[in-house]
């Protein structure tokens, strides 16, 4: 054992202090304590425990006591001015640690969530933070009504769920621009799941949404994303659901991605509302509830506060300006198209 992995070898110059201190009752000097705390932070970047460390300054003071009379409460002075730089010192080399833990992790997850980082070194330095990432990986993303960091107690809370139902895992949880992440093995579903269910009831009622599965380095990435994209849908369309999933959603990202095709269709198929008394909005609307409920008039009109006969009324006016009928399947699977992306457009708040 070397002198530095002794731990003996962090109270070099103890003995001699407390007997120089004994004697002519002074304090210990600037210098001393310094050194002390110098020790101290050593002690603590080498690893050793600071109980041990006390025990050790404890022992050595008992080997080193003075006998001359009247010297104990100079004594008992000195050892706890020591142990107190001491301790000092080895907390300072912990907080920083720390701190540097913290900001290597940041820096891993910013690189990790968007791809900054050579794939290959991305994937070694996973490892540390318990990730394989040559296997499938999803992302789940919880997003409440406030903005969140690591610290606070709304992710701790989760963190704690989490690692008390399924310890580690391999599972990384985290925030990014002020929302939960939950990384996990992609055939862990239960995981995110779980996630979903604890986020859900910490940021009292926010939503989640969990990317697929996907796999490789990158795969991660592609996940979030998914995540983030399911979560804009949500705001968007008014979803309900506390829990989306990437999955489920597909169709919409399809819908989008001619987003010229998109304009000329709403334009077309519902842009005749436009000269409604009122405007399009409370027409679109009422297309809306009626897709959502199945096409059932009853039911749309219980969630418009209508009547079904206002309900009827609305339909018929809508095949009139249209020319299409919401009642007829041939003309249905059109209307409802057109009506998603007036609502992916933000249309007719947004000219197309």
Not at 176 to 195: M, N, S, T, W, Y
Not at 298 to 320: D, F, G, M, P, Q
């Amino acid at each position: 054992m070397t002198d530095r992995e002794n731990p003996v070898h962090y109270l070099h110059g103890y003995a001699e202090i407390l007997a120089e201190v004994s004697a002519t009752g002074r304090r210990l000097t600037r210098e001393e304590i310094e050194s002390r705390r110098a020790l101290g932070e050593q002690a603590a970047d080498a690893g050793h425990g600071l109980r041990t460390l006390v025990s050790e300054h404890l022992t050595a003071a008992r080997s080193a006591w003075p006998h001359a009379l009247g010297s104990a409460d100079v004594a008992l002075a000195a050892v706890q001015q020591v142990i107190d730089a001491f301790a000092e010192g080895y907390e300072r080399a912990q907080r920083h640690a720390v701190r540097q833990e913290e900001a290597a992790r940041r820096e891993f997850i910013d690189d990790l969530l968007y791809g900054r980082s050579d794939l290959g070194r991305l994937a070694e330095r996973a490892e540390r933070f318990g990730l394989r990432l040559s296997h499938a990986h999803a992302v789940a993303v919880a997003q409440g009504p406030a903005a969140y960091d690591e610290g606070d107690p709304v992710p701790r809370q989760v963190e704690r769920a989490l690692i008390g139902r399924f310890g580690d895992r391999n599972i990384l949880l985290t925030t990014k621009d002020g929302r939960l992440l939950c990384i996990a093995p992609g055939h862990q579903d239960e995981v995110l799941a779980h996630f979903a269910k604890q986020a859900y009831a910490a940021t009292d009622g926010g939503r989640v949404a969990i990317g697929r599965p996907q796999p490789g380095p990158g795969g991660v990435v592609q996940s979030y994303e998914e995540a983030l994209n399911a979560l804009e849908l949500a705001e968007r369309l008014g979803f309900d659901e506390p829990v989306l999933r990437a999955a489920d959603l597909l169709v919409y990202p399809v819908l989008t991605r001619d987003r010229q095709a998109m304009a000329d269709l709403v334009l077309d198929a519902v842009g005749p509302l436009t000269t409604a008394r009122g405007g399009a909005q409370v027409l679109l609307d009422t297309l809306t509830a009626y897709f959502d409920c199945g096409c059932v008039a009853a039911e749309a009109a219980r969630r418009l506060s209508l009547s079904v006969r206002a309900l009827t009324y609305r339909l018929e006016r809508i095949h009139k300006l249209t020319g299409a009928n919401p009642a007829d399947p041939a003309h249905r699977y059109m209307l409802q198209t057109a009506v998603i992306g007036a609502r992916l457009l933000d249309w007719p708040a947004q000219d197309l």
